[in-house]
């Protein structure tokens, strides 16, 4: 999970995020493909979050939402970036 910019190890139960879009196996078969997993948090963990992103939002007035679009997409880049070194992507 990623909280507060900071990515945290999730330990409790998940759920697999499926593509809509089947992959055709060497058989012929079509088989879902798992993009990853979605953590289901608890009340606390919940919390956390919201408390995290309201505090970053700050009425408007937080980093995120004064940047320019072209900061946000470099941000994003960033971030897509360190998140290939954290999970195998294939």
């Excluded at 999730?10 to 995020?17: R, T």
């Excluded at 055709?24 to 953590?39: I, P, S, W």
């Excluded at 956390?48 to 408007?60: I, N, P």
């Excluded at 980093?63 to 290939?84: H, N, Q, S, Y």
Aim: proline fraction near 3%; charge should be positive.
């Amino acid at each position: 999970t990623l909280i507060n910019g900071r990515l945290k190890t999730w330990k409790g139960d998940s759920q697999p995020v499926v593509s809509p879009v089947m992959l055709r196996q060497a058989d012929g078969t079509l088989a879902d493909k798992v993009l990853g997993n979605l953590a289901w948090m608890g009340e606390k963990e919940a919390k956390q979050a919201l408390e995290a992103a309201d505090k970053a939002f700050d009425r408007g007035m937080g980093a995120w939402p004064t940047m320019t679009f072209g900061e946000r997409i470099e941000r994003m880049k960033t971030f897509v970036t360190l998140m290939k070194g954290k999970r195998d992507l294939t």
